[in-house]
């Protein structure tokens, strides 16, 4: 069993539609969480941290459930640009930093 | 300011040949990552530096995998006697500070390695 797990998708929406991305992660050592856009043959960026009080950028919303081992990521309004690969990561305490990264979930945002 | 950059940016090679990538950190970050990303996956972890020293090679698939980051500033990841299964993008990322520090790790555009 994978780490990190997420839904490989696609999801096919249209513009305009609120996608939700949900991703589980098994090692409750997991210390701390993000959320990475990774758009066709390019690298992945960092799209936002996740913090356990839950946090916002704009029309994105990420939660965090320790109890659950649970992350989400949730998109308003979404925008033909959004489409991408958005890659759910976890870092471990007194891992010298390594990123440990979910499959990736493919988003496409149709007009 | 100028990113992480990777060169060759697309390489094939032979089944049985060896091949090198490099690796140029953003100046003046102390820590650099190799990850490995097959087809239809998220990147995995291969081998960690701070400075020249290696800290963590737990990831790196076979001894048929090295890394060396000699000064603390580029990187070259060498695959020796590739194999088909090491078809791959190879990336690079790097971050100012150490990782205990939470830094955010700013990735290369990754190598396409293609063995045939």
């Known amino acids: 069993r994978k780490e990190v797990e997420q839904d490989p998708g696609p999801f096919n929406v249209p513009e305009g539609a609120t996608v939700a991305f949900n991703c589980t992660y098994s090692n409750s050592a997991s210390q701390s969480f993000f959320w990475y856009r990774q758009d066709c043959r390019k690298e992945p960026k960092l799209l936002m941290s996740?913090?356990?009080s839950g946090n916002e950028d704009g029309r994105f919303t990420a939660q965090l459930n320790r109890a659950s081992q649970y992350i989400s990521l949730l998109i308003r309004d979404s925008k033909l640009s959004d489409s991408a690969t958005y890659l759910c990561?976890?870092?471990?305490?007194?891992?010298?930093?390594?990123?440990?990264f979910g499959q990736g979930t493919e988003l496409s945002v149709k007009p | 300011g100028a990113g992480v950059s990777q060169s060759p940016r697309y390489k094939v090679a032979k089944r049985g040949q060896d091949v090198a990538l490099r690796c140029d950190p953003i100046?003046?970050?102390?820590?650099l990552f190799w990850y490995q990303q097959a087809l239809g996956q998220g990147p995995e972890f291969l081998t960690y530096f701070q400075n020249e020293a290696q800290l963590d090679k737990s990831g790196l698939p076979s001894d048929r995998f090295f890394a060396e980051r000699p000064e603390g500033s580029v990187s070259t990841l060498k695959i020796q006697r590739t194999q088909q299964e090491d078809s791959a993008v190879y990336l690079c990322?790097?971050?100012?500070?150490?990782?205990?520090?939470?830094?955010?790790?700013?990735f290369g555009p990754g190598t396409r390695l293609t063995v045939l």
């Open positions: 990561v976890v870092r471990k305490a007194g891992q010298g930093g390594k990123l440990i």
């Open positions: 990322a790097s971050s100012l500070l150490s990782p205990a520090n939470n830094n955010e790790q700013f």
């Open positions: 100046s003046g970050h102390v820590s």
């Open positions: 996740v913090y356990s």
